[in-house]
């Protein structure tokens, strides 16, 4: 059975940090792409910060400079930190792992974050 379990979400108060974590299991971990998604309502979902199989990186504008992704693949995690939060940040934040050879994919439940005074 695919799990994909969020946690480490809360409120914070601007300028703060969190760090989010997202335990795996269920499938091989090593191999899929890994990636931090957040959502408010109204909103479509979209891309905060991804990891590839291979280690390689990439971030949304918003937050380059601000948020750290990182995946221990011998613990089947992927982490977020985020650092230096402001109010924009607030969101619903999703785990999902994507396989690109064959395209399959797994979300998580969300986390929520909350940035505010």
């Known amino acids: 059975q695919v799990q994909l379990v969020e946690s480490g979400g809360g409120l914070v108060q601007p300028g703060g940090s969190l760090r989010l974590s997202c335990a795996a299991s269920g499938f091989i971990f090593s191999i899929y792409d890994m990636g931090w998604f957040r959502q408010t309502p109204g909103k479509q979902r979209e891309l905060v910060a991804s990891?590839?199989?291979?280690?390689?990186?990439n971030y949304q504008d918003s937050v380059k400079g601000r948020v750290t992704i990182s995946r221990d693949n011998a613990k089947n995690t992927v982490d977020l930190q985020m650092n230096s939060l402001k109010p924009e940040d607030t969101a619903v934040y999703y785990c999902?792992?994507?396989?690109?050879?064959?395209?399959?994919?797994?979300w998580g439940q969300g986390t929520q974050v909350t940035v505010s005074s």
């Open positions: 990891i590839t199989s291979g280690g390689d990186t």
């Open positions: 999902k792992a994507q396989r690109r050879t064959n395209g399959s994919f797994y």
